[in-house]
């Protein structure tokens, strides 16, 4: 048998309904060609046929894959969750999200690529991973502890192992739950916790004691000191999360002085751009990006921004959805008139903080409000998409509280994240969730101005001014398409080999003609696998993970040209982005026209049906995906 480099070469295949433990090759799903992470985990969910099942049905898999560059010195212990995703609105669609800490690298030493999690047990479980040694394990003593808690538990009973789990919200199957790995990396986005509670797994423990066999030691080590020198631009991006960076400076600095603990981050990473905190009565946790963003909008007392950080951990829910979601939508609707306190009182039923023009604390707001979404109560638990539309039909300004929903919520059920500019916006109207969290390409806002042009020019995209929709004099409709493609090509292997996002954007190891972000990529892919992948292989790769995950959409969920769009109000108005800022971002109105004929030169460029947005024959069999091309024909998805 030929030695496998970089991959494991293993997936783990677990029945729960059976308590069957299978293992496959890792070969058998062309990792050379799909890589891991979000690719491998599409080919599994392809070769799985598709499912056309509810999010909660035990046919529903739930995918978990790492990359050939976990495990190794860098920012690459990042793993990767695929699902059909219950947040996904108004249809649940197969999606992705990732996370890092101790989970990735770990597995990876376990020996698998992937864990496909298949049907229901019977009574709450977990599942223990100690390399060759599979077991599914007794949980009903865990069903019901909270996330911080239930490792704390595991790690005694399963000694040095890494744990991912889920909360009273998972166990509920409120659509917002995530999937926890120790006290901040999680699944966060599409509500996979929920996935996990369905099938009755509380946890997956894993602890391995292999190691990642490389095929060049010499040349991973030449640039693993390229990462060192990268390390040194980057450190501002962990700075930069250290404190709540929309809040008044003495907000900053009371955490900064009396609260920080120290840095932290996945394994083997340089960076550690999470931050630990503690604060006595409410406790200790990680933090970084949007846990922050209870401040400024709704309070800047630290305490108060803790605890909601805190409270969604331990009950295992969305903090981006606890933030920008529904306590956002309440507080704008209250603050346009449309809703009274009143209202929010007795007619929805929560305490009013000052903010809502009431007199309860922001405590009491979050307790009466994350208990409901951890209990599973209906519509507090279903996400802010279903919340809207549910109290929509039962209050009197309900069409008006819907109307505002739709400004919050870009696309799929996911709420405004970075829609400044027509390459992002066209993003998240091809895509199936919010796509910014890996995929900050659009506009890094950590570089000069002058690089972040200059290295639009040197990888032949347009400058961001050009597409920006924050001052429409300025927009040019023209070329957009190409930034899309682009950077939908880049997450895509960001999110297979894995590399980290703050170490994947475009001005990463920028140093041309000597090296840029795919060089980089492509020749540590090859000193770790020992393949022939060179710049061209590697872009390739990424076409292909799309093209792969946009069949998945086309056969599954009968994607057309006419479900890539955003909510309506983008077409009509100035969009505001509220989201951790108390004046907000005034972006846009896209011209709808403009739009529709910048989809035309997208789909044009992509290889794709123009009138369908389906992909072609020809596109997907230049990409090596004929077996893909034939199963769409068969089913009269192939124009």
């Not at 640039?223 to 501002?236: C, P, V």
């Not at 990680?286 to 331990?314: H, I, M, Y």
């Not at 894995?498 to 892919?525: A, G, H």
Request: glycine share 8%; hydrophobic share 40%; with cysteine.
């Amino acid at each position: 048998m030929t030695k496998s480099y970089g991959w494991a070469g293993k997936v783990l295949q677990v029945d729960l309904a059976n308590e069957i433990v299978n293992k496959v090759p890792t070969a058998d799903y062309r990792p050379e060609e799909f890589i891991g992470g979000v690719g491998l985990n599409a080919k599994i969910f392809w070769e799985l046929g598709c499912p056309k099942v509810d999010a909660f049905d035990p046919g529903n898999p739930l995918i978990i894959s790492v990359g050939p560059l976990t495990g190794t010195y860098g920012p690459f212990s990042r793993g990767e969750v695929c699902s059909i995703s219950p947040q996904c609105y108004p249809d649940e669609l197969f999606s992705y999200s990732g996370f890092g800490g101790m989970f990735p690298a770990e597995m990876k030493y376990s020996g698998y690529d992937s864990i496909v999690i298949l049907g229901k047990a019977e009574k709450p479980v977990y599942l223990s991973i100690r390399d060759d040694d599979v077991e599914i394990k007794d949980a009903k003593d865990l069903w019901g502890v909270e996330t911080f808690e239930a490792q704390k538990v595991l790690m005694t009973d399963e000694p040095e192992a890494s744990v991912l789990v889920i909360g009273s919200a998972g166990e509920s199957l409120s659509r917002i739950a995530v999937i926890l790995n120790e006290t901040k990396f999680a699944a966060g986005q599409g509500g996979f916790g929920a996935v996990m509670g369905s099938k009755n797994l509380k946890a997956i423990a894993v602890r391995g004691t292999g190691v990642v066999a490389v095929a060049k030691p010499d040349k991973v080590l030449e640039l693993t000191r390229t990462i060192m020198e990268e390390n040194k631009k980057a450190i501002i991006a962990r700075l930069f999360f250290r404190t709540p960076y929309m809040a008044p400076q003495e907000t900053k600095d009371i955490f900064a002085g009396r609260y920080f603990r120290k840095h932290y981050g996945c394994y083997g990473c340089p960076l550690q751009c999470h931050s630990i905190h503690y604060i006595p009565g409410i406790g200790l946790s990680g933090v970084s990006c949007a846990n922050w963003l209870w401040a400024p909008r709704f309070s800047t007392d630290p305490k108060e921004v803790w605890e909601a950080n805190v409270l969604s951990q331990r009950f295992g829910i969305n903090t981006f959805e606890v933030i920008g979601g529904i306590p956002l939508l309440l507080a704008l609707s209250f603050e346009a008139g449309i809703l009274t306190r009143r209202e929010i009182e007795e007619d929805i039923g929560l305490p009013t903080p000052k903010w809502l023009g009431g007199t309860a604390t922001n405590h009491e707001f979050l307790t009466v409000l994350l208990h409901k979404i951890a209990n599973g109560e209906s519509p507090y638990a279903e996400g802010t998409a279903r919340f809207s539309e549910y109290f929509g039909k039962r209050l009197a300004s309900g069409g008006k509280l819907v109307d505002l929903h739709k400004e919050l919520y870009t696309a799929h059920g996911y709420a405004f994240h970075h829609v400044d500019n027509l390459g992002s916006a066209l993003h998240w109207a091809t895509d199936t969730r919010d796509p910014i969290d890996s995929c900050h390409d659009y506009k890094n806002t950590l570089a000069p101005k002058e690089k972040f042009q200059a290295v639009m020019e040197h990888f032949g995209l347009p400058p961001y001014d050009n597409y920006q929709i924050v001052e429409l004099s300025k927009t040019v409709y023209q070329r957009a398409e190409r930034v899309t493609a682009w950077v939908q090509d880049n997450q895509c292997l960001k999110n297979s080999l894995p590399v980290c996002e703050f170490w994947s954007q475009v001005t990463s190891f920028y140093n041309p003609p000597k090296m840029d972000l795919r060089i980089f990529e492509s020749r540590l892919l090859s000193a770790v696998t020992g393949l022939d992948m060179d710049v061209d292989k590697l872009a390739k790769a990424g076409e292909r993970i799309w093209n792969l995950r946009r069949a998945i959409m086309v056969k599954r969920e009968n994607r057309t040209r006419e479900n890539d769009t955003l909510n309506e109000p983008y077409f009509r108005k100035a969009i505001t982005c509220y989201a951790g800022s108390a004046m907000g971002l005034v972006n846009g109105p896209i011209d709808k026209a403009k739009f529709e004929a910048l989809k035309d030169r997208y789909y044009e460029l992509r290889g794709w049906d123009v009138k369908t947005g389906w992909p072609t024959r020809a596109k997907l069999e230049e990409l090596g995906l004929k077996d893909v091309a034939d199963e769409l024909a068969s089913i009269g998805k192939l124009p």
